[in-house]
């Protein structure tokens, strides 16, 4: 079989690109200046055994670092222990293991033998404020419940009693809120969350020696299997795009309370997509969004850890999987197998705005260990000369694959026909049977 | 001529045309993980267990209708990644009806027992609760409801009674956090809620005889599934509730005695009176 796989790296920043600048993600922030804050897309990781979970968050925060703070709601106070400043990189090696690809196959010569046997054989889908005095805290209501610096980071853990008085704590202790901010908080004080409130140690980060904020972890024990994306529209523009992998030992990740749907997947599209798959899969993104009303999750990637096929990128080490939060990997493995049948990682992908996402988003592990990846094939049509009669039926087929990739790409990205065939060149519908004449409108042979 | 004078007396067709229109859709556009050959494979399975416990037991033969409604059922809620799980659900549902009884009436209702079983004891099964979207559930609701008022039968005081109980639980719980008025809207456009207020509480023939048992029954399944959800963040809690409430059954049965519910055309006569059965009254 001949196929080559692209090494699309594609990093979820670029989703970005089609959406409008947003903002935060599960929490707010929380800027001393009022310069534009943004990131642009958020990733999370989610690592889920039981009731334990590990939280990396990253985020491409953009803006000067002095006025980074953050505020997420979090199910319990946190320890010490329990915070950890993890690596951009893994979270970038998630990605490229996951990401939608392009796959080739190259057409081989239909005048040699096994000419038929190959388009057969050819699979078709590959299964698929610190600072405030504390008599003023108590009549806020507030209460800091723990304090420390992680890595490059000052990390407060916050209960309040009511959240106008969180709002009005923040607010006095020099953090920028957002307006809307106490009618967002409310609901999590309500169900007696904490507050988890993080900014920039400069000095701490200068020794760092890295340029950009590296992802916060957290590990807790909590029945709430969630993530509080409500907090983040209080400052949103616009619709926010966030990549969720979330890795469980017994399968796939779905929510519970938003339709997750399969993103459009396994199709032949024309081959000049492999320069514009930066457009393309945006396109059939926002595409599928629409289709589904922006109402639900799309699941991009379902896959054992253990290996993958074809892969994107190599699966991630042990250790790699271990930074990331799975901590069961010493365990024994119960089943007494070798081999990587212990990390199911699930790539789910929103783009949630305040009107369609009314709640937080909320997960189920599910017992489902089928594997799924978004996945588009490009077939090349063999360009040596054709003097057989198997070659002149070969012309016909590919005139007629040729047509249903232009449609079906026109289908999945909503571009129109007329600009695919265009960009298709000699690949173009019509341009292959009968040599290179194109062909007769059909009532042209009707009175003849 | 009134809509009910053309709809079939017995209500069970009603429900089999509603799940089976339900079902198509959701195969045909929603895109359930559902393989097509999953829901005959269920039905076979409940047809033959039917037949099969008939002649083992010496029953006397009810006909189709109900292992048909619970293999839609079934397939419509249970998901799998095995062949045999679906089967095997419908086996234990049918089974059930003719194993667990208690004073001559079963104890579970099929397709919630079948469910259960098959997520506790089988690595391969979970339900997808939200997996019907918005415009999805919205039809679901407006058919549903609009049967209801079209023919009596297939009205039920145990349906409203929950579905009561249960908004009002869920509005009370919006209030309270003060989270937007919005997420009502989202909790109720679940397509398992309708499956579940319509076609699984609602089952005449697991459900309290009396009246009042009906609705006391309703409100605690409400009412537990609630804390599960919300209190122990339990997932499929209106699932696991409905399973947990049903053993009460024959205790109410016993405290607030009344007439049996035959499926019309039985031998018994509908009763009139205040303790009248489910559907034959409207509620």
């Given amino acids: 079989m001949r196929f080559r796989l692209l090494a699309a790296s594609l990093t979820a ?39 334990r979970t590990v939280v990396t968050m990253s985020n491409d925060y953009k803006g000067a670092l ?139 980060q200068k020794a760092t020696g890295f340029n950009y904020l590296r992802p916060l972890q957290m590990a807790y024990e909590s029945k709430k299997f969630m993530l509080p994306i409500r907090l983040g529209m209080a400052n949103a523009r616009g619709p926010q795009d966030l990549v969720i992998y979330a890795m469980t030992r017994q399968g796939r990740v779905e929510s519970s309370n938003y339709r997750t749907v399969k993103v459009p997947s396994d199709m032949d599209i024309p081959v000049f997509v492999k320069d514009e798959f930066k457009q393309f899969y945006p396109a059939l993104f926002e ?12 699941t991009e990637y379902v896959w054992d850890m253990g290996w993958c ?13 271990r930074n990331l939060g799975v901590f069961w990997l010493d365990e024994q493995n119960p089943n007494g197998m070798g081999g990587g049948s212990q990390v199911v990682l699930t790539r789910l992908h929103a783009r949630y705005d305040g009107e369609h996402f009314p709640e937080d988003l909320v997960f189920q592990v599910t017992n489902d260990r089928q594997n799924f ?76 | 001529m009134p809509p ?67 293999s839609l059922g079934l397939s419509l809620l249970l998901r799998t990644d095995a062949f045999w799980v679906g089967p095997f659900a419908a086996a234990v549902a049918i089974s059930s009806k003719f194993v667990l009884r208690v004073r001559g009436k079963h104890l579970f209702n099929p397709t919630n027992l079948g469910l259960v079983v098959a997520m506790l004891l089988t690595p391969h099964a979970w339900c997808s609760p939200s997996q019907w979207g918005h415009s999805g559930a919205l039809l679901g609701w407006f058919a549903a409801f609009g ?55 609602s089952d005449p023939k697991t459900t309290p005889d009396h009246r009042v048992g009906r609705v006391l029954y309703a409100v605690s399944v409400a009412g537990l599934a609630f804390f599960l959800l919300h209190g122990l963040w339990w997932q499929n809690a209106l699932v696991w509730a409905l399973c947990l409430v049903s053993p009460l059954t024959p205790l109410i049965d016993r405290l607030l005695p009344c007439g049996r519910f035959q499926w019309p055309g039985g031998r018994e006569l509908e009763r009139k009176d205040a303790c009248a059965s489910v559907s034959s009254q409207p509620a």
């Fill in chain 1, 13 to 51: 920043g670029w989703v970005s690109l089609a959406a409008p600048a947003a903002e935060a993600f599960c929490g707010f922030y929380v800027g001393k200046a009022d310069t534009s804050l943004f990131n642009e897309a958020s990733q999370v990781v989610l690592v889920r055994d039981g009731e």
């Fill in chain 1, 66 to 204: 002095t006025d980074f703070a953050l505020v997420v709601p979090v199910p319990v106070v946190l320890k010490r222990e329990q915070l950890h400043v993890g690596e951009r990189k893994y979270i970038e090696r998630l990605d490229a293991y996951s990401a939608p690809r392009l796959v080739e196959y190259f057409d081989e010569d239909p005048c040699a033998e096994r000419m038929v046997v190959l388009q057969e054989s050819l699979p078709a889908a590959v299964p698929a404020g610190a600072g405030m005095d504390a008599v003023r805290r108590k009549s806020l209501g507030v209460t800091v419940e723990a304090q420390y610096t992680v890595g490059e980071y000052d990390i407060l853990i916050l209960s309040a009693k009511e959240s106008e008085g969180l709002e009005t704590w923040l607010r006095e202790s020099g953090y920028k809120i957002p307006p809307k901010a106490a009618k967002a908080l409310a609901p999590y004080i309500k169900q007696d969350m904490k507050f988890f409130v993080a900014k920039v140690n400069l000095k701490v």
């Fill in chain 1, 287 to 298: 595409k599928a969004h629409e289709r589904e009303e922006k109402r639900a999750l799309f």
């Fill in chain 1, 309 to 321: 096929d074809p892969c994107a990128a190599d699966p991630l080490s042990p250790e790699e999987l």
């Fill in chain 1, 373 to 448: 990846q978004a996945r588009y094939v490009l077939r090349h049509a063999f360009k040596g000369p054709l003097e057989c009669e198997a070659g002149q039926r070969y012309l016909t087929e590919l005139d007629k694959r040729h047509q249903r990739e232009a449609e079906t790409l026109a289908n999945l990205t909503g571009w129109e026909l007329g600009t695919i065939t265009k960009k298709m060149g000699d690949d173009a519908p019509g341009k292959k049977t009968g040599g290179s004449k194109p062909q007769e409108p059909w009532y042209k042979r009707l009175w003849k």
């Fill in chain 2, 4 to 70: 009910a004078a053309v709809l079939p007396r017995d209500p069970r067709h009603l429900q089999i045309a509603f799940l089976a229109s339900f079902l198509a859709a959701g195969v045909g556009w929603l895109g359930f993980d559902v393989p097509v050959w999953q829901p005959p494979l269920i039905l076979l399975t409940a047809c033959v267990t039917q037949w099969a416990m008939t002649r083992l037991m010496r029953a006397p033969p009810v006909g189709h209708l109900s292992p048909l409604i619970t």
């Fill in chain 2, 147 to 201: 049967l209801a008022v079209a023919h009596r039968s297939f009205r039920s005081d145990v349906s409203l009674a929950f579905l009561g109980a249960w908004v009002l639980l869920k509005a009370a719980r919006i209030f309270y956090l003060g989270a937007p008025w919005a997420s009502l809207q989202h909790q109720l456009s679940a397509g398992g809620l309708i499956l579940f207020t319509f076609f699984m509480i």
